[in-house]
């Protein structure tokens, strides 16, 4: 087999590996967000902080969020949407927050406010909290 067959052979096999795993990307849809979040861990610009330990999610079926993460740490309901993975909450306290679903059943959220960047990791709130 010649140079060129090989060659032809691995950016096919290349080709094939990106697509079959691009396929399994999954979007993220509403059903995957809803229900109630409690913050597990998060970091600001980078480095782990406890100053957000209270923040939480509730993103409802009916399109509402209802959260504390804002720079005021208050209360506050939305309606929200999801856009191509990434969480639209419109309203007083705007954001646009990359989200992903992990499967050790964790949100991921990445967004930034006040000039800061953010990662929450997020597990399901207990009952009764």
């Given at each position: 087999m010649g140079n060129i067959s090989k060659i032809i052979l691995i950016l096919l096999g290349f080709s094939f590996f990106s697509i079959s795993c691009g396929?399994?990307?999954k979007s993220l849809e509403t059903k995957d967000i809803q229900g109630d979040w409690q913050l597990k861990e998060a970091?600001?610009?980078g480095k782990k902080t406890g100053t957000l330990e209270s923040v939480y999610f509730n993103f409802k079926d009916n399109g509402t969020v209802n959260t504390n993460f804002?720079?005021?740490m208050?209360?506050?309901?939305s309606t929200y949407e999801i856009?191509?993975?990434t969480i639209v909450v419109s309203g007083n306290h705007p954001l646009k927050i990359n989200a992903e679903r992990t499967l050790?059943?964790?949100?991921?959220?990445?967004?930034g406010i006040a000039n800061a960047k953010f990662k929450l990791v997020l597990e399901p709130a207990e009952a009764g909290e």
């Open positions: 396929s399994e990307t970091f600001r610009d804002n720079a005021e208050e209360e506050f309901q856009k191509e993975g050790e059943d964790e949100l991921i959220l990445k967004t």
